[in-house]
Structure formats: C-alpha cells, structure tokens
C-alpha cells in the first residue's frame, strides 16, 4: 500500500471520529501500522503531528480558514500582487484554446500523456508542444478509464503514451508544489470564456488560503453566477495547478472534488502545513 493510501485511510478515520479526539495510537492501529511507524509516516508526508493534522480536516477549521482568508485574498486579487506561497508563482500562464481548434478537436496535434506518483496518489498528466491539457488523480486500475476520457476531450488527437515524455514536466510541477519551482509551466486549456475566467481567477488564491464558489463570482464580475462557477470549478481539467480545491462552501462545507473529498482535505491541510504566513 502506497504511503497517500495509508494517509488517506487515516483522513478518513479521523473524519468520522474527530469529535471523540482519537489518539495517535488508534488511529495507527485502525491503518494498520505500529504507532511509532505511523508518526513517522504522517510526519514525513505532511511535515506536522497527526494531532496537528486533525485541526485541518474538520469543518470547523475549514469556517475559519474561510473567515480569514476573505481580507487578505480580497487585497491580493484586488492589486493583483503574489504572495511567496501562491502556486501562481511557478509562473503558470494558462492559454484557452481558440474556436477554430475547438472546431478541429485536436487534429494534427500530439499529445503526451504518462502516470505519475505525487504526494496525493497516482496523476495522469498529458501535454502537447502548447503546454499541459490534463492533470487528473487515477490509479493503476482506471487507468483506462482515464485514457479513454482524454481521447474523447480531444478526439483528433494522436495519442502517445510516454512516462518518459512527461516526466520533466512532471517534477517541474511536483518542486512548484514544494515551494522551488524550477521553470515556467504552461497550461493549454480547452473550455468556454466563462470557464476560462473562473480557472484563471482560482490561479489568483495563495497557497494555504481558501475562498467560497460566491467571492469567485463576484471577482469574475458576475455576482450572481456561483452555481455556474461551481460547474466551471468541477469542469476544471488541470488539478493542483488550477487550485480548484482551494475553493470551498461558505458555509466552510469541502464539498464534492474530482479526486474525492477526502484527497480535497488531504491536499488543504498539506497546503496549510506547508504554506507560509499570510502577509498581514
């Protein structure tokens, strides 16, 4: 078992049974593991306590985390200014697809795709000369699943399969997650304007901040659109690099992820524990 399967399981259990405040050691019998090795284990991945840890994953952080992220997002987005921990800051430049190669549906393009292992579990990352087009959670059993649903995203694509073809891209992401980006990534997107406008607006949210499906839509001009932002958040085909996770309910609700709600607080709360102090 992979070491974000443990820490999954134990998200889980820590998620139903927060409010009896578990000890170390139960929540390292209920995965299967010594206390000892379990500790360790938590602290490698997200660099705190399994205590500490369980602050993250309930809903009562999440509302406050809302609560204190509204000011200092407000000002960051509203001067256009980056913070040290903003993903943003890998110098992601994300490019829309024009009508005309929505129209040829990827004819006459190659398109790279290979799986990797992140902190959250196996990725499925695909890429043309243009930039990334797909960042997705999978495993080794859906894999074709996943295939399948990039072919039909982009149906006059020539698909190749290269682990090799898209590793560099790859670890260029995974040190941008670590906090030492090591160049640009560009991401080619294929979406409609409006959803365009709300992946580009989620690029402005520092790491270990978080914002509600409303402010996204007041911050896109459109104040009464968030049920349309939450479809163009869903519809996002770029995890981690497009943060739509950092996007919650305002009632401070995870809500629904495209890589399951307990990855969604498994990547918050390493975000929290790993980003730096708010600018004041």
Not at 90 to 109: K, S
Request: glycine residues 10%; charged residues 25%.
């Amino acid at each position: 078992m992979q070491d974000y399967e443990r820490i999954e399981q134990a998200i889980a259990y820590l998620d139903e049974h927060f409010q009896e405040q578990p000890s170390v050691a139960e929540v390292a019998e209920h995965v299967g593991l010594s206390e000892s090795h379990f500790h360790r284990l938590f602290r490698d991945w997200a660099g705190i306590t399994p205590k500490r840890f369980l602050e993250f994953v309930t809903a009562e952080h999440a509302r406050q985390l809302l609560q204190d992220s509204n000011s200092v997002l407000d000002s960051a987005y509203e001067s256009g200014l980056s913070s040290p921990g903003r993903l943003h800051d890998l110098f992601v430049n994300l490019e829309g697809v024009t009508p005309g190669e929505i129209r040829r549906r990827g004819r006459g393009m190659e398109l790279r795709f290979g799986f990797h292992p992140s902190p959250f579990g196996e990725c499925m990352l695909a890429e043309t000369d243009r930039g990334v087009t797909t960042l997705s959670f999978t495993s080794k059993e859906d894999r074709g699943e996943a295939v399948a649903q990039l072919s039909e995203r982009w149906p006059g694509a020539r698909l190749v399969q290269s682990r090799e073809a898209t590793e560099k891209t790859f670890e260029r992401i995974l040190a941008g997650l670590r906090g030492t980006p090591d160049g640009g990534i560009e991401l080619f997107v294929q979406g409609t304007n409006f959803q365009v406008r709300v992946w580009e607006a989620l690029l402005k949210i520092p790491n270990g901040l978080v914002v509600s499906y409303e402010r996204v839509a007041e911050w896109i001009g459109r104040p009464s659109s968030s049920r349309a932002v939450g479809n163009a958040v869903g519809s996002n085909p770029i995890a981690l690099l497009i943060p739509c996770h950092r996007v919650l309910r305002k009632t401070g609700a995870f809500g629904n992820y495209g890589g399951g709600p307990l990855r969604k607080r498994a990547i918050l709360a390493w975000e929290a524990a790993h980003a730096p102090a708010p600018p004041a």
